[in-house]
């Protein structure tokens, strides 16, 4: 029986890696598929992971019918043994809809890959969407952790080294100083790091650690008595 599967897990914790073992795995044993993704950290029309592996895939567009498309090329004469979806907390309510019906009524199995939440610590709508209807919902073991060695379990949002909790939910992430918007100022550099919720909650990256860390006004427990690592840059993010 056909499944529609969501994996997740925060930033780091391999999700974009396993899609591409997926996609292998069954490619290996005589299946085709399809891969789709959208606002990859790699650019457009590509399924990348942190590990340096990419692969083309087809732009997850507002107004692309994910039902429409794989039915056309199905019609074509391409068998379609199975979709693998990357970043899929950015496929609307309607598309995730469209890959249960994918699921029911073709045949196809459908390997859907996001985060849950954004950096306010708010579902996705795609998200939401896959909880509701996935005949699976899978954490991944692979833990990414905050800077403090503890389990990261919330994605934070860094605007020039200053983590932030209002914004839009999308945002490009890893936007280079150098660039200049119209009026000649530089483009904030946006980041994305992974935190524990205490440390969410008290809005202190590593950046604000590192800071802390050399104040004399600043207490052990301030710190929660966590050994400081070495400098850490926020990993390369263009996902929430």
């Known amino acids: 029986m056909a499944e529609l599967v969501f994996f997740t897990g925060t930033m780091d914790c391999g999700k974009s890696t396993l899609a591409l073992q997926m996609d292998h795995t069954h490619s290996a044993r005589g299946r085709q598929g399809l891969l789709f993704t959208q606002h990859d950290r790699s650019g457009e029309a590509v399924l990348s992971s942190r590990l340096g592996l990419t692969k083309p895939a087809l732009e997850v567009t507002e107004d692309l019918d994910l039902w429409e498309m794989v039915v056309g090329q199905v019609t074509n004469g391409r068998r379609v043994d199975y979709l693998i979806c990357d970043e899929a907390q950015f496929y609307s309510p309607a598309q995730v809809e469209q890959l249960a019906r994918l699921v029911d009524e073709m045949?196809?199995?459908?390997?859907?890959?996001?985060?849950?939440?954004?950096?306010?610590?708010?579902?996705?709508?795609?998200?939401?969407?896959?909880i509701e209807l996935a005949d699976r919902t899978q954490q991944l073991q692979?833990?990414?952790?905050?800077?403090?060695?503890?389990?990261?379990?919330?994605?934070?949002r860094v605007v020039d080294?200053?983590?932030?909790?209002?914004?839009?939910?999308?945002?490009?992430?890893?936007v280079q100083g150098e660039e200049?918007?119209?009026?000649?100022?530089?483009?904030?550099?946006?980041?994305?790091?992974?935190?524990?919720?205490?440390?969410?909650?008290?809005?202190?990256?590593?950046?604000?650690?590192?800071?802390?860390?050399?104040?004399?006004?600043?207490?052990?427990?301030?710190?929660?008595l966590c050994p400081l690592p070495?400098?850490?840059?926020?990993?390369?993010?263009?996902?929430?």
């Open 107 to 130: 045949g196809v199995d459908v390997f859907a890959f996001g985060i849950t939440a954004d950096f306010r610590t708010e579902l996705f709508p795609g998200s939401r969407r896959l």
């Open 142 to 156: 692979v833990e990414a952790l905050c800077w403090c060695g503890r389990s990261a379990t919330v994605n934070a």
């Open 180 to 224: 200049t918007g119209d009026d000649g100022e530089g483009v904030p550099v946006v980041e994305y790091e992974t935190l524990c919720r205490r440390h969410y909650m008290r809005r202190m990256n590593s950046a604000a650690a590192r800071a802390a860390s050399l104040s004399p006004d600043t207490l052990p427990f301030d710190l929660d």
């Open 230 to 240: 070495a400098p850490v840059t926020p990993g390369r993010e263009s996902r929430t």
């Open 161 to 174: 080294g200053v983590m932030v909790v209002e914004g839009e939910q999308v945002v490009v992430g890893d």
